[in-house]
């Protein structure tokens, strides 16, 4: 919403000027705050952790994965960035082929790039095959005697290389997981809170029929204040906490952060935010398209709102 934006400002200052409560306390602003938020996302999605950081965010994501289905292993997508904890750079290819290695209960499947990657624009369904090539994957670890717990990936792969995956692709990859006994968890960290301009979340790109069981969010949420969070469904909540070791964190929700996340979203909706990332993506896009036209060294201008590459080319 923009370099110190006043209202911002002022909601934090006036929050910090009160007892600062951790979160083992109520305090109106979470629950106002997660009331807000899930009028944001689909019904389903009613269950809300709040942290400090999309790297806790996508770590806490797995954790409740792995509780609900009993399951290890996690499939992702190629050259993705999950977050900097151990946890995560073990599911982000574009951090562990320079560490560790790949881990044993780690699936890497194609990204669904249809400029570069393996099915591209003139394939005749590249939707059902980038899927398959998910669905090839579970019967391979199934085989080894592996079970999926997630597929993981940010609803636009951006250290991927800004990547719009075709519609319907989710659904397809979430059909094969949920028959595996997995979940869907879409990473949100980068490209949620209305950057994709007709939308307010990117998973939404890819239809009306899609939710996802977990979300994920960072970076926007706070406007530069360390604030994320976890929205999930009651039944994948109800299953983590059937383990009796409740979910705590000291500074997640507390209401300094609280009264940022909304004067966050009053902003967004006040200035008309998501309008404006429509727009000037439109004539972003249509400027980088007329230079596409000059330079053949542009390969490929996409993008969706603010959300936008340049693919260059040899």
Do not use: N
């Given at each position: 919403v923009g370099h110190c934006h006043p209202d911002v400002i002022k909601a934090a200052h006036e929050q910090n000027q009160l007892l600062n409560t951790n979160s083992r306390y109520l305090h109106d602003n979470l629950v106002d705050y997660a009331e807000r938020l899930s009028k944001t996302l689909p019904e389903k999605l009613c269950i809300f952790y709040f942290l400090n950081s999309g790297s806790e965010a996508n770590d806490l994501a797995l954790r409740l994965a792995r509780q609900f289905t009993g399951h290890e292993d996690v499939i992702v997508l190629d050259h993705a960035y999950h977050g900097h904890l151990t946890s995560l750079i073990d599911i982000s290819p574009y951090k562990f082929r320079n560490l560790g290695g790949q881990k044993e209960w780690v699936h890497v499947a194609p990204v669904p790039d249809t400029y570069r990657g393996l099915y591209r624009e003139d394939h005749e369904n590249s939707v059902t095959a980038y899927a398959d090539e998910v669905k090839k994957i579970i019967e391979h670890a199934h085989k080894r005697g592996r079970k999926i717990a997630?597929?993981?990936?940010?609803?636009?792969?951006?250290?991927?290389?800004?990547?719009?995956?075709?519609?319907?692709?989710?659904?397809?990859?979430?059909?094969?997981?949920?028959?595996a006994g997995g979940v869907f968890i879409a990473d949100e960290i980068q490209?949620?809170?209305?950057?994709?301009?007709?939308?307010?979340?990117?998973?939404?790109?890819?239809?009306?029929?899609?939710?996802?069981?977990?979300?994920?969010?960072?970076?926007p949420i706070g406007n530069g204040h360390p604030l994320a969070c976890v929205a999930t469904t009651q039944e994948i909540a109800e299953a983590f906490a059937a383990t009796g070791v409740e979910y705590f964190n000291t500074f997640g929700g507390n209401p300094v952060s609280c009264a940022v996340g909304l004067a966050v979203l009053d902003v967004i909706e006040k200035e008309h935010l998501q309008a404006h990332a429509t727009e000037v993506g439109n004539f972003l896009m249509k400027i980088l398209k007329e230079q596409q036209i000059k330079h053949p060294i542009i390969g490929d201008v996409r993008g969706c709102g603010l959300f936008i590459g340049v693919d260059l080319i040899k």
């Open positions: 997630a597929f993981f990936a940010e609803s636009l792969p951006s250290v991927g290389g800004q990547i719009i995956p075709p519609a319907g692709y989710f659904q397809k990859v979430a059909e094969h997981v949920h028959k490209v949620g809170f209305g950057r994709v301009g007709k939308h307010f979340w990117a998973f939404q790109l890819q239809g009306e029929d899609f939710t996802p069981d977990i979300v994920t969010m960072g970076k």
